[in-house]
């Protein structure tokens, strides 16, 4: 009877999500609204039949239908306060008319390529010095929380590798063509495929490659919702096979299926966590979880006294609830993030937040479609798709974990657009000069 009530209320409220998905679908085929609202199902809402599945074939003890139920109650609460927010009156829509585009001058492209170039720099040149310390760990390294260990050198050159994509983005937006969209495919796959190399089995920058590539192909209307639904599965299979690979694992039969289905469920859709973490008492963390995740982007040198270990949300979970001290911090996804700060008035607080946050980026974008200058068009919206991945963060991993990395991108890109927009003006002036 209880697998019955916990089955009939996951179904009622995959189906709310799905209808909810497709009318956003229907209205605009890309937004960061229908962004949000399908990662948080699969991360939510994918992993009840792979659980299901796991327990009825095979025998693996799941948590008590309390907490299941409650878990599943809380995420669909968690959405529908999202969803109320995101369409209330707050954040009104910006003008979004189409403004006259004249021809661009070479001036204002000449910054936005100053500015892929620059980002793409960034992260070609951390990734050939982490190459040059380490060498190619995949081959390296016999386990993958190796990775953490001390014998790996400049691991925070890890967080510009990112930046490469942003770049490519720029230029893609600047061409606005689909030989430009197969283009930046082929170069953000092979770059991550590189990283992937480099730091030993780290999917994340390839798999962005793939997401944002159907994602375009639906903003640009390219591609059509199905092929972006076929994509998803081919992902699935992809990302099972690199996690193969990663861990070095020689699977077969039953037990190939057994790993799949676990590996799949770890990997997108970690819902158990959540329930893992109402099960607990804790002591709630507060907003420090936030600041706490700063930690790791400040140099050594300039904070002597700086915690080699920061208690954020993800690493809370993971040594104070699972007692795991790997090395391997475990997401406590988004919904378990702001429990461990707060418990459920937080999750209320917190999810109304979201809906703003997702409502600005929406009206962010927007405005960069709608700009009438080609290169700001280009950097807006190369911005905006470049959070993508710190979407992806924030539903996964949790809010502590995307408010950093939000932070660190945003000051990173602003720097680099600013830089180019000083070598840019400096370029027209000498021109004018010239001229004169």
Request: net charge positive; proline share 3%.
């Amino acid at each position: 009877m209880e697998y019955a009530l916990l089955g009939g209320f996951y179904i009622l409220s995959a189906w709310l999500l799905l209808v909810l998905c497709y009318i956003a679908y229907k209205r605009k085929p890309f937004s960061f609204h229908l962004l949000f609202s399908v990662i948080y199902f699969v991360t939510f809402y994918l992993g009840f039949p792979l659980s299901l599945t796991l327990s009825l074939g095979f025998d693996v003890e799941l948590q008590s239908t309390d907490s299941l139920l409650l878990t599943l109650f809380s995420a669909l609460s968690g959405y529908l306060i999202y969803y109320a927010i995101y369409h209330s009156s707050l954040l009104s829509r910006v003008d979004t008319r189409q403004q006259a585009v004249e021809f661009p001058q070479k001036f204002a492209k000449f910054e936005a390529k100053v500015t892929a170039y620059l980002l793409a720099g960034v992260a070609i040149a951390s990734l050939v010095a982490f190459i040059v310390m380490n060498g190619l760990l995949l081959f390296k390294l016999t386990q993958y929380n190796q990775i953490f260990s001390a014998a790996v050198s400049g691991v925070a050159l890890k967080r510009f590798f990112y930046f490469f994509i942003p770049g490519l983005l720029i230029m893609f937006f600047l061409s606005n063509n689909k030989k430009a969209w197969v283009t930046f495919l082929i170069c953000g796959v092979a770059f991550g495929l590189l990283t992937y190399l480099a730091v030993g089995g780290t999917r994340a920058n390839m798999a962005l490659a793939f997401v944002l590539f159907f994602f375009i192909g639906l903003y640009k209307r390219y591609l059509s919702f199905k092929w972006l639904v076929m994509a998803g599965v081919a992902m699935i299979g992809a990302m099972f096979v690199l996690a193969l690979v990663r861990y070095g694992l020689n699977v077969s039969g039953k037990e190939a299926l057994f790993t799949f289905l676990y590996l799949t469920r770890d990997t997108f859709s970690p819902w158990e966590n959540v329930a893992l973490i109402l099960d607990q008492p804790m002591e709630h963390q507060g907003l420090m979880p936030i600041v706490r995740d700063f930690y790791v982007y400040i140099p050594k040198w300039l904070w002597l006294d700086r915690p080699d270990y920061v208690l954020n949300t993800a690493n809370y979970f993971t040594w104070e609830i699972l007692g795991n001290f790997s090395g391997l911090a475990i997401s406590p996804t988004l919904l378990g993030s702001f429990y461990i700060m707060g418990g459920f008035p937080m999750i209320a607080l917190g999810m109304a937040f979201i809906g703003l946050l997702i409502k600005a980026f929406d009206r962010l974008l927007d405005y960069g479609r709608t700009h009438s200058q080609c290169s700001k068009a280009a950097i807006i919206q190369a911005y905006c798709f470049a959070n993508v991945f710190n979407i992806i963060v924030l539903v996964r991993e949790g809010s502590d974990a995307f408010f950093s990395r939000f932070g660190f991108f945003s000051v990173i890109f602003a720097l680099c657009w600013g830089i180019a927009y000083l070598v840019s003006s400096l370029a027209n002036n000498t021109k004018h000069i010239k001229e004169g």
